[in-house]
Nanobody, 120 residues
Framework: QVQVVESGGGLVQAGGSLRLSCAAS????????MGWFRQTPGKEREFVAA????????NYADAVKGRFTISRDNPKYTMYAQMNSLKPDDTAVYYC?????????????WGQGTQVTVSS
C-alpha cells in the first residue's frame, strides 16, 4: 500500500500563488506516476496535472497550462504543484493521486484533499 498526504492549501487573492505538496509513504517503489485532481461541489473530479516518476514527463489540463507547474523530488517521494496567476475558478479541493490510470480519472491511491480558495 501507498499513502499520500497533501499540504499547502489555503486562501489567496486572485493573481496570487500557492504551492501544494504531496508526500508519499509506504510501498513507494511501486509508484510510476503522481498527479493532482480537483473537485468543486456538484461537479466531477477533474484532472489538473500529472508527472511520471522516472522520466519526469509532465502533462497539464488546458485550464492550468502556463500557470501551474508540477515537479517531484524523487529521493523524498514528494510531488509539488506551483500554482501561479490563480483565478477564482481554481477554487476547489485539490487531491493528490498516485498511479493514475492513463486517460482516466482513476488512480490506485488518493489523498484526503486540501482546500484552495481564490478570492476575487
Amino acid at each position: 500500500q501507498v499513502q499520500v498526504v497533501e499540504s499547502g492549501g489555503g486562501l489567496v487573492q486572485a493573481g496570487g500563488s500557492l504551492r501544494l505538496s504531496c508526500a508519499a509513504s509506504g510501498r513507494t517503489f511501486t509508484i510510476y506516476n503522481m498527479g493532482w485532481f480537483r473537485q468543486t461541489p456538484g461537479k466531477e473530479r477533474e484532472f489538473v496535472a500529472a508527472i511520471s516518476w522516472t522520466g519526469g514527463i509532465a502533462n497539464y489540463a488546458d485550464a492550468v497550462k502556463g500557470r501551474f507547474t508540477i515537479s517531484r523530488d524523487n529521493p523524498k517521494y514528494t510531488m509539488y504543484a506551483q500554482m501561479n496567476s490563480l483565478k477564482p475558478d481554481d477554487t476547489a479541493v485539490y487531491y493528490c493521486a498516485a498511479n493514475i490510470k492513463s486517460s482516466t480519472n482513476a488512480a490506485d491511491y488518493w489523498g484526503q484533499g486540501t482546500q484552495v480558495t481564490v478570492s476575487s
